[in-house]
């Protein structure tokens, strides 16, 4: 198969990119080398950098002529390029709209014009942040009813009322893992443009019939993730603090939980959307289905640095933030056959491995905090 990767040049699409090889796949890959990922000067390592099955194309896609172009000798797409800033989503709305909502449209348009000889697969990047804050039960009405709650507000957060409540009693709720059929409610503008995405690819497969898959992927992290990137990537912004000796600022009280899941296992979950013989459209969770709080893996990376004591506590919070969230991977395990190899241990050893052997990058984190400041996008407990 010829596979189109918008976005191959980044973090995971490099990763998706290796897999097809190994599998015998061809590559056609639309990446603009976007400055803010990959710096001024852009530069990657990748093993295939000079196999001839791989081309290479700078462009962009908010052009629709470009993708018109690259979509129009291949049989499959992984539609991976995308404004990922949770936080600079919130005050950069046309910009993260334009990539990734109506760079999605222009896709589906040049796709359009493929209608007599269709591709056979197209697999979105899709994000478990359209869930918003996702599955939570009430341990009071204890009814086991799953609720969706609404994102917490800066007067709840400024009360360092970090949980979210019960919609009927106002108890603090306890998270549940997600599964694909939760409400989707988006709280930030980047999960609303992951979920538009999401929005016009069913509609979209269910026109033409086109076979296509969105992933819900969690926190991605591992080797290779933007290290100049400060709006994104947790794992790499402590890394850069920690080989610089600065402390780890941490939101909230800590406890604030993420599904880590490592690219490699990404990647290989993506390879397998592409390969597999669906129909129709189908939405997948891709996570490890295991919570870690913010703090306990502040403390697992710096360890792996040898240094302890490490974490500030700040009670500081950002809107748009979710408190808790983790997969329910029954829907991938039992239709895919997939589930997770790398465990959180095994893969922050392979990250810092690889971190110990890169360049030191500026720390951003300052400027990326200051930049929500002005807007009005970060507070703290009273
Ligand atoms: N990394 C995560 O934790 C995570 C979690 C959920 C979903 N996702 C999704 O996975 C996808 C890939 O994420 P990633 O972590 O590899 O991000 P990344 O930033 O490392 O890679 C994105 C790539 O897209 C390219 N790009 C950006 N704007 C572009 C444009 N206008 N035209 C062409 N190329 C453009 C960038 O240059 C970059 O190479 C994204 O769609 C993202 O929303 C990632």
Known sequence: MKVL??????????????????????????????????????????????????EIVRGDVTDEQQLARAVSDIDAVAHLAAETGTGQSMYQISRYNLVNSQGTAHL?????????????????????????????????????????????????????????????????LTSVPTAEDSVPRPASIYAATKLAQEDLVRIFSESTGVATTSLRFQNVYGEGQSLNNPYTGILSIFSTRLRRGLRLPIFEDGLESRDFIHVDDIARAIVMAIEAPTTGYKVFNVGSGVATSVLALAGLLAARFGMADTTDVTGQFRLGDIRHCTADMSRIGTELGFRPAITLQQGLDRFVEWVAAQPLPEDGLSRAESELRKHGLMGAKH
């Open 5 to 54: 990767i918008t976005g191959g040049l980044g973090f995971i699409g490099r990763i998706v990119t290796a897999k097809l090889l190994d599998n015998g796949h061809s590559v056609r890959i639309i990446d603009n080398l976007s400055e803010q990922i990959h710096g001024v000067l852009p530069v990657f390592e990748a093993s295939w950098q000079s196999d001839p099955r791989v």
């Open 108 to 172: 589906l348009q040049a796709l359009i014009g493929r209608r007599e000889s269709p591709i056979s697969k197209l697999v979105l990047a899709s994000s478990r942040s359209i869930y918003g804050e996702g599955a939570y039960q009430c341990g009071h009405c204890a009814d086991g009813r799953h609720q969706v709650p609404a994102s917490r507000s800066a007067a709840q957060l400024s009360a360092a009322k970090w949980e979210p409540e019960c919609d009927q009693c106002g108890t603090p």
